[in-house]
T-cell receptor
Framework: ETGVTQSPTHLIKTRGQQVTLRCSSQSGHNTVSWYQQALGQGPQFIFQYYREEENGRGNFPPRFSGLQFPNYSSELNVNALELDDSALYLC???????????FGSGTRLTVV | GENVEQHPSTLSVQEGDSAVIKCTYS??????FPWYKQELGKGPQLIIDIRSNVGEKKDQRIAVTLNKTAKHFSLHITETQPEDSAVYFCAASTTGGGADGLTFGKGTHLIIQP
């Protein structure tokens, strides 16, 4: 049991649409990160939230945005979807003071 | 920013033999190096990690070595078993994956031949 739950598991959207992906972390995991994993590649860092504030961002445009809530859940929002946004989106969290992240199983997003 | 190179991309070994996967990193400020195992349809699972103040760490059949001077680190799996078959990713970060997140290699597909 990973302790990090993501929903939905699969999603198909049309180019130009908006999507919201959700993540539920373990209690006490106040740091959450989101990653994009293209097929056959390693995960790429999108951004990180700590205590509901974004405190780090990778090389992704502003149409990728997020939220973290007090109940250890979080969201990734992507506006104006492009075909290249098709990927596995991973949520990862960790408790304060820990190094290692626990990853969820991801949401497979397909943009057509 | 950080860049992590991982080799080989595919590794096939006989069951019971050892497997070694190597990674190099570019940012000398990186101080945290985890290894993840990803099985089909699942998210990455942390299997072992090491901080830059340690040269080697071992956990049963798995070990990681770090050479800070050369900026490379390796994963060693001994007595390989069929359940070790998966894609393995190395990663590097500063401050334990803080504001810059984890930078991953492209992965190694490990195949254990019976």
């Amino acid at each position: 049991e990973t302790g990090v739950t993501q929903s939905p598991t699969h999603l198909i959207k049309t180019r130009g649409q908006q999507v919201t992906l959700r993540c539920s972390s373990q209690s006490g995991h106040n740091t959450v990160s989101w990653y994009q994993q293209a097929l056959g590649q390693g995960p790429q860092f999108i951004f990180q939230y700590y205590r509901e504030e974004e405190n780090g961002r990778g090389n992704f445009p502003p149409r990728f945005s997020g939220l973290q809530f007090p109940n250890y859940s979080s969201e990734l929002n992507v506006n104006a979807l492009e075909l290249d946004d098709s990927a596995l989106y991973l949520c990862a969290s960790r408790p304060q003071g820990a190094d290692g992240y626990t990853f969820g199983s991801g949401t497979r997003l397909t943009v057509v | 920013g950080e860049n992590v190179e991982q080799h080989p991309s595919t590794l096939s070994v006989q069951e019971g033999d050892s497997a070694v996967i190597k990674c190099t990193y570019s940012d000398s400020a990186s101080n945290y190096f985890p290894w993840y195992k990803q099985e089909l349809g699942k998210g990455p699972q942390l299997i072992i990690d090491i901080r830059s103040n340690v040269g080697e760490k071992k956990d049963q059949r798995i070990a990681v070595t770090l050479n800070k001077t050369a900026k490379h680190f390796s994963l060693h799996i001994t007595e390989t078993q069929p359940e070790d078959s998966a894609v393995y990713f190395c990663a590097a970060s500063t401050t334990g994956g803080g504001a810059d997140g984890l930078t991953f290699g492209k992965g190694t597909h490990l195949i254990i031949q019976p």
